[in-house]
C-alpha cells in the first residue's frame, strides 16, 4: 500500500482590501508580517515574520481552476475504486462555502467543486459503457456535535414516509473499520440532474446566520457524500468496486471579540471553535506514525478518520481572506495547512464480492465447460460415463501396479487425485510404523531416499514394520462413525468396520507347507494335551488361552480404546452439529433483518453479525477437533486390523502344527468371515442375535456410505 501526501491549496479570496505591506505572495511561498508589540518593552523578542511553502498558491483563481487542481483526479480515482475527500478550511468569511457549494446565489459558472464533480462523473459514466455504476448522494451537517441529515425530508416510499427524523444520528464503525452513519438517507442518483437536486435540498435546509464579518456564515460543519458501486460488464461482474468522496464545508473559526456575536451566535461561535480545536490536536497527533490518534473526540473528527491519513486520495482548500483585520486567523490557516501537508495517506482500491454474481457466474461457467466437454466426448466416441471414478478400480489398478503386475492406465484427473490420496495414506502409514518400530523418527525425505532405520536385533519392531506395510496396501479406514455436515469420505477408501481385507491375505491362499514346531516341556499348550479330533471352535479358545492371550488382550483392549473414541467422536460430531444448526438459525435472523428496506447496519444487525462470526470460529475449531479424531480412529484401526491378522496367522501355525493339516488361509476364501466365525464361538448365546444384527447394520451402513461416495463423485 502506497503512501500520498495529502494535497494543499491555498485560496486567497480577492478583495480590495489586501493588505500587500502585511502579506506577500509569490508562486510558492506566503509570508505573513505582524508588528512586534510596542508595549512588550525595549527587549522584545516576539516572532514578526512567518513564511510558508506551498506547491499551489492561487490568487485569482476560478472556480474551475479550483476544481481541476484540487478534486479532478480525486473523482477519476473514485471510478477505480479509491475513496477521496476535499475539505475546505479558514476563517469566517473566507471562502469556503463559495468554494464547495457555490453559494446559494451560485450561477453555473460559479458553482462549487461538488457540483463540477457531479457533472464529472456522471460524463465519465456515459463514456464508459462498460462500467455498471450506482452513485448515491448524503448531505449532513454536524450542528453543536450534533449530526443532521439534511436529506431526511426525501420521501422512501410512495406513500411519503421519511426515512428517520433526521436528528441525532451515531457514527458506528464499518467492517472494514471505516465509520458509518446509522440512518443515513442515501438516495440513488440516476443521472446528473438527480444528484444535484439532492444536493440543492441539503443546502436549502443549512444552519446560515450572520454577524459583523459575514452576513451569510455558516454554523454548522456540512459535509456532501458521493458513494459509488462499479462493476465492470466485461470482466467479472461478482467484484465490486465501492467508493466515497466527501466534500467538507468546515464552519470559520472566529473571534468572537471581533465578531461580536452573543446568545445562540456566541453558543454556536464556542461549539465550532472546539471542534475545530479538536481536530487540530488529530492532525497533530497523526503527523506522528507510532501516536494514539484521538479520532473519537468528536462526531467531525470521527467521520473524517478515513480522510486524515486514512484510506484516502485528500485534497486541503485553506482560504485565506488578506485584509489587516484578520492576520491572525490567516496565520492560524496557514499553520493549520502546514501541518495536515505533513499527513500521508494510505489509498487501496475497494473491492468486495457479490456472492449472489459469482455464484451465477460460476454456474454459467460450469454448465459451459460440461458442454464443452460433452462435444469432446461426441468427437472423440468416448463414453462419457468413464469420465467418472471407480474408486474400487482405482484401488485395484495401485495394487496391481505396486505388485508389479499391471501398470496404471491414466483417464482422468479425478483418477490421478484418487491414486495421490492413496499413496499418501500408505506413504503416511508406512512412515508411523517404522517410527514406531525403530524408535527413530523417519521422515518422507529419508524414504525417497532409501535411508531407512536398523531394525536389526528387533524381530517385533521388523515384524510390526512388514505388517504395517502390508496394512498399508489395502488403504483401508473405517468411517463407521456418523458424520457431520460436510464431512467427506477418504479419496479411494473402502469401508469394512476393522475386518481384514482379503487383498491382506492373498500371500495366504496358497497352500503352506506344515511348520515342524519344537516343543518344550513347559509350553502353555501341550500336544499331549490336545485330542487331534478337537473342533476348531476348541482350538481357538486353546490358542487365545495360551500362545494368543497376549495378543489377544491387547485386542480387547484396542477395541475398548476404539469404543471411547468413537463415542467421543459421535459426542463431537452431535456438538458440530447443534454448532451448524446455531449458524443457521443466525443467518435466518440476518436475512430476516436485510430484507428491511434500508443500507444502514443498525444494533441488532451487528450484534448477530458479531455472533455468526464467533460462532463459525467455533465450527471451524470443532472441526479441526472431529478430523484430528477421525484420523486417530483411522490409525487405530489400522493397529486392530494388524493385531487380528497376528492372532490369525498364529491360530493357522497353531492349528497346522496340531492337527497336521495345511494353513487355514489356503481352505478358506474368506478370511473375515472365519474370523467372525471365531469370535462367535466365544460368545454367549443370547449374545449372538445382537453381534449379528450389529454386522448386519455395519455392512448396511458402509454400503449406503460407499454409494454415498460414489454419488458425491459423479456430480
Not at 483418477?415 to 492413496?422: D, G, K, N, S, Y
Amino acid at each position: 500500500m502506497s503512501k500520498t501526501p495529502i494535497n494543499v491549496l491555498i485560496r486567497l479570496r480577492p478583495t480590495s482590501e489586501f493588505d500587500t505591506e502585511r502579506i506577500q505572495v509569490t508562486d510558492n511561498e506566503i509570508s505573513i508580517h505582524i508588528p512586534r508589540d510596542p508595549e512588550a518593552g525595549i527587549v522584545n523578542n516576539q516572532q514578526d515574520l512567518w513564511k510558508y511553502k506551498f506547491t499551489n498558491i492561487l490568487k485569482e483563481a476560478n472556480q474551475d481552476q479550483v476544481y481541476t487542481l484540487a478534486a479532478k483526479s480525486i473523482i477519476a480515482k473514485a471510478i477505480k475504486g479509491y475513496n477521496g475527500a476535499i475539505l475546505a478550511y479558514g476563517q469566517t468569511g473566507a471562502g469556503k462555502t463559495y468554494t464547495v457549494s457555490g453559494g446559494a446565489d451560485a450561477t453555473f459558472n460559479t458553482r462549487g467543486i461538488a457540483a463540477r464533480a457531479v457533472s464529472d462523473l456522471f460524463n465519465e459514466i456515459e463514456r464508459r459503457s462498460d462500467l455498471n455504476v450506482t452513485v448515491r448522494v448524503s448531505y449532513i451537517e454536524i450542528y453543536q456535535n450534533q449530526i443532521k441529515d439534511l436529506l431526511c425530508n426525501l420521501p422512501a416510499d410512495p406513500l411519503g414516509n421519511p426515512i428517520s427524523s433526521g436528528e441525532g444520528l451515531q457514527i458506528v464503525t464499518g467492517p472494514n473499520g471505516e465509520a458509518e452513519i446509522m440512518g443515513l438517507t442515501k438516495p440513488v442518483a440516476e443521472n446528473e440532474s438527480q444528484a444535484l437536486s439532492y444536493i440543492f435540498e441539503g443546502e436549502s435546509h443549512r444552519r446560515v446566520s450572520g454577524h459583523s464579518l459575514n452576513s451569510t456564515s455558516s454554523r454548522s460543519h456540512c459535509i456532501i457524500s458521493i458513494y459509488l458501486q462499479v462493476q465492470n460488464r466485461l470482466e467479472s461482474q461478482s467484484q465490486v468496486l465501492t467508493s466515497k468522496v466527501h466534500f467538507v464545508d468546515l464552519a470559520g473559526s472566529e473571534r468572537v471579540k471581533k465578531t461580536g456575536s452573543v446568545g445562540q451566535l456566541l453558543k454556536e461561535a464556542q461549539y465550532i471553535n472546539k471542534s475545530l480545536s479538536l481536530l487540530e490536536q488529530v492532525i497533530l497527533q497523526a503527523r506522528n506514525p507510532n501516536a494514539f490518534v484521538p479520532f473519537r473526540s468528536s462526531k467531525l473528527t470521527n467521520i473524517l478518520r478515513d480522510s486524515v491519513g486514512g484510506n484516502a486520495f485528500t485534497t486541503l482548500i485553506a482560504c485565506v481572506y488578506p485584509i489587516r483585520e484578520t492576520l491572525e486567523e490567516s496565520l492560524a490557516t496557514l499553520r493549520f495547512a502546514s501541518r495536515l501537508g505533513d499527513i500521508y495517506s494510505q489509498p487501496k482500491v475497494n473491492v468486495k464480492e457479490d456472492l449472489e454474481a459469482l455464484v451465477h457466474e460460476q454456474k454459467a461457467e460450469i454448465g459451459q465447460l460440461k458442454q464443452e466437454l460433452a462435444m469432446y466426448d461426441l468427437l472423440n466416441n468416448r463414453d462419457p460415463k468413464s469420465r467418472f471414478v471407480d474408486s474400487l478400480e482405482v484401488r485395484n489398478s495401485v495394487l496391481g501396479f505396486l505388485n508389479g503386475t499391471t501398470d496404471i492406465d491414466i483417464k482422468s484427473i479425478g483418477q490421478i487425485r484418487q491414486v495421490l490420496e492413496l499413496m499418501r495414506l500408505m506413504g503416511s502409514t508406512v512412515k508411523q510404523y517404522l517410527t514406531k518400530a525403530s524408535g527413530v523418527q523417519v521422515s518422507y525425505e529419508d524414504m525417497i531416499n532409501g535411508h531407512f532405520p536398523v531394525l536389526s536385533g528387533k524381530p517385533e519392531a521388523v515384524a510390526a514394520a512388514v505388517e504395517a506395510e502390508n496394512v498399508a496396501r489395502t488403504g483401508e479406514v473405517d468411517e463407521g462413525v456418523g458424520e457431520a455436515i460436510g464431512s467427506t469420505a477418504v479419496v479411494g477408501s473402502v469401508q469394512s468396520n476393522m475386518r481384514p481385507d482379503e487383498t491382506l491375505f492373498e500371500m495366504h491362499k496358497a497352500p503352506v507347507e506344515p511348520v515342524a514346531a519344537p516343543v518344550e516341556k513347559d509350553s502353555h499348550t501341550p500336544v499331549e494335551t490336545v485330542s487331534a479330533s478337537r473342533n476348531r471352535e476348541d482350538l481357538y479358545q486353546m490358542y487365545l488361552d495360551g500362545d494368543g492371550s497376549v495378543l489377544n488382550s491387547q485386542l480387547e483392549a484396542q477395541k475398548s480404546e476404539m469404543d471411547e473414541l468413537k463415542a467421543e467422536m459421535v459426542a463431537k460430531v452431535a456438538e458440530v452439529n447443534d454448532t451448524k444448526a446455531h449458524i443457521d438459525e443466525l443467518r435466518l435472523k440476518l436475512q430476516a433483518i436485510g430484507n428491511k428496506d434500508t443500507n444502514v447496519i443498525d444494533v441488532d444487525e451487528y450484534t448477530l453479525r458479531a455472533d455468526l462470526t464467533k460462532e463459525k470460529d467455533a465450527y471451524k475449531a470443532q472441526y479441526r477437533d472431529l478430523d484430528s479424531l477421525k484420523q486417530q480412529k483411522a490409525f487405530l484401526s489400522q493397529q486392530i486390523n494388524m493385531v487380528r491378522y497376528r492372532i490369525f496367522q498364529g491360530f493357522s501355525l497353531f492349528e497346522t502344527t496340531f492337527k497336521g493339516e495345511v494353513a487355514m488361509a489356503a481352505k478358506t476364501d474368506d478370511v473375515g468371515e472365519v474370523f467372525d466365525t471365531l469370535e462367535l464361538a466365544n460368545l454367549a448365546p443370547e449374545e449372538v442375535p445382537f453381534f449379528k444384527a450389529r454386522k448386519l447394520q455395519t455392512q448396511a451402513d458402509n454400503l449406503r456410505k460407499t454409494r454415498k461416495f460414489n454419488l458425491s463423485q459423479r456430480r
